[in-house]
Each structure stands twice: as C-alpha cells, then as structure tokens.
C-alpha cells in the first residue's frame, strides 16, 4: 500500500497546531521552574575553560553566585530561554508524531529505530530554527552586567562578530537535539508501553510521570558531553584569551586534554 495513497500518514492542521501549543506550553512552563538549575549548569560548563584544577560543585556554585551576585542572578536569559522553549519544545514535540505517523506508514513498522529516527528529525530541525535564542541565553547566563537585555544583546553580537555568531555551536547543538529527541521520546514510547504490559499502571498521571522520569534520565546522561561542547563554543567570545575551539570535536578533545 502505498503512503501518498494513505491520508493517514499526515496530521490535520488543527492536530500539529495542538501537538505544537501543548508541548510549547509544557516546555515553557518547566522552563521557568528549572531556569535556575540551567544557570547553574551553565556556570559549572565554564568552570576552568583552558586551565585544570578542582571543581566546584552544584552546591558551590548556587552559594557563591546567590552572594556575589545575587538571588536574581538565578534567572538571567529568562526572556530567551521562554521564548526558545516555545518554539523549541512545539517543534519538537509537535513534529514528532506527524514524523513517527508518516515513518510507520512509509516502512510499514513501528519498532524502535521508526521512534528514533523520528525524534531525531524533529529535534534537529527544531535546533537549527531556535539556535540563536540558545546563543543569547548562556550569553546572557555568564553576564551580571549585561543591563540591555536580550535585545540588547542580540544587537551587540550581531554588531561585533556578525549575525552567523547567532548560530554558534549549532553543529553540536543540533546532534545533542537529534540524540535528546530521539533518546527521550522513543525511551518514554518504549518504557510506557513495557509498563503497560508488565505491571499494573494504567493510563493516566503515575504511568506518564514514571515514563517521563526514566526517560528524562535516559537523554541527560546521553547528551551531557554534548551539551558541555555546545556551551563552550556559543561562549567562544569569553574563551578566546585562551585559544579558539575550532569545531565541536575540537573543543572535545581540548576539554579532555
């Protein structure tokens, strides 16, 4: 059977516009929640760029920015942060089941590697859209002093190394994206499916929340070196005093020199 023949391979418009405003508004809300937790992440990734030593760790770090810097620190690049998980999250999460439907239907399979490569396709082109408000978020993270906002950041990056600055580290944004969408969506299809089989939850909070966990779990450990690389290289501007990553695997490998 073949799928240009098949109407169900493809959402109806209202569909996607759904998938994309419940998962925008889920990501956005998490977001504001755990902003403070990126923050810190972001500050731990830049720890020692191009020096060794000791490392601080999580607690440290919350310590000593809440008193040099203040409480409010926790929550700078909030405004690009919101706005890329809007876009971000309804990319991603709303293109994910129109991708998987249309795999399915054109290989005529379900199993896993249909789930993953459908992740992976919705995440990356979700990345290559939102990079650049992921460029002004850790920007925006690393800098107390920035007093113009998003905008006035985005101004001064575009003013003083070009707009394609806007897409830093898209190369190793874009495989973590791919390897986060396709390692959380088809381990949480996955896992929810074997919890329905084996045990005895049924659809609704508990089964979504255990699935939801274990998958978020799942992704971080997988796309953690990524992530570190990408971080590295949108900041490139405060590492350059101690030598230019030149790509993502270069930055790898000085990371671990």
């Known amino acids: 059977m073949g799928v240009k023949n098949d109407p169900g391979w493809w959402a109806s418009p209202s569909k996607v516009a759904s998938h994309f405003g419940t998962s925008g508004l889920a ?20 720890q020692l760029v191009g020096q060794r030593g000791p490392l601080s760790g999580m607690g440290q770090t919350f310590a000593r920015v809440v008193r ?3 409480a409010r620190s926790l929550y700078l690049g909030l405004t690009p942060a919101l706005t890329r998980s809007v876009l971000y999250g309804g990319l991603r999460l709303g293109l994910y089941e129109p991708s998987k439907n249309f795999c399915e239907l054109a290989f005529e399979s379900t199993n896993i590697f249909m789930k993953i490569a459908s992740g992976a396709v919705s995440g990356v082109f979700a990345t290559l859209l939102t990079n650049p408000m992921e460029v002004l978020k850790v920007r925006l993270q690393m800098n107390n002093n920035a007093r113009r906002g998003a905008i006035g950041e985005l101004q001064k990056i575009a003013a003083k190394e070009g707009v394609l600055a806007l897409w830093k580290g898209v190369g190793p944004e874009m495989a973590r994206a791919g390897a986060l969408t396709a390692s959380q969506l088809a381990t949480y299809d996955e896992f929810k499916r074997v919890l329905v089989k084996w045990t005895s939850l049924e659809e609704g909070f508990y089964l979504h929340f255990i699935s939801s966990t274990i998958a978020a779990s799942v992704s971080t450990l997988i796309t953690a ?11 490139q501007r405060e590492s350059m005093s101690h030598g230019a990553y030149r790509n993502g695997f270069h930055c790898a490998y000085k990371v671990n020199c």
Do not use: F, N
């Open 225 to 235: 070196p990524m992530d570190m690389v990408k971080t590295r290289l949108m900041l």
């Open 68 to 70: 040099k810097e203040g």
């Open 27 to 46: 990501v956005a809300a998490a977001t504001g929640i755990t902003h403070p937790i990126d923050v810190l992440k972001v500050r731990l990734q830049m």
